[in-house]
């Protein structure tokens, strides 16, 4: 089972592709899907919701393209995560209380509620800029 689906696996690559080049001009899509490795329309559907979700802005043009829309140290991995694919549990009545009768006494939602918290701080605390690390690149296999 993977917790994180293809898709954000492909948005933290956007991402990451725009906070590298966030101080140049906006980045194409078709320029994302061939230095990140995605496919072409995946990658439009994802900019598509990155944009909603109002991480990245974008231009229209022949120089046209997509920007962050704050600074790398802004973003964090959750925030991108659930625009992807929604709110990350590991169990839905982690997160709906409502979706099981036995939560409020269930042994196993006591003690993976922890471990949910704890995953859910972790992916807060990890930003854009902590991604690219000291020298600022990235390259295809990351």
């Known amino acids: ?9 492909y948005a933290l690559r956007v991402m990451l592709n725009l906070a590298l080049h966030r101080r140049q001009a906006p980045v194409s899509t078709r320029t994302m899907s061939n230095d990140m490795e995605i496919p ?4 439009c559907k994802l900019t598509q919701k990155l944009q909603k979700a109002k991480l990245v802005k974008s231009y229209m043009g022949p120089k046209g393209g997509f920007i962050l ?3 790398p140290s802004k973003i964090n991995l959750l925030e991108i995560i659930e625009v992807v694919q ?9 997160v709906d209380v409502t979706s099981c009768i ?3 006494n269930c042994p196993v939602t006591k003690k993976l ?3 949910q918290e704890y995953i859910t701080a972790f992916l807060s605390d990890i930003t854009l800029d902590q991604l690219l690390g000291s020298n600022g690149k990235i390259t295809k296999s990351q």
């Open 40 to 43: 072409y329309q995946l990658a």
């Open 1 to 9: 089972m993977d917790i994180l689906r293809r898709n954000t696996d």
């Open 69 to 71: 829309s704050k600074a």
């Open 86 to 94: 929604g709110p990350m549990s590991l169990n839905r009545c982690l």
């Open 113 to 115: 509620s922890g471990l």
């Open 102 to 104: 036995r939560q409020p």
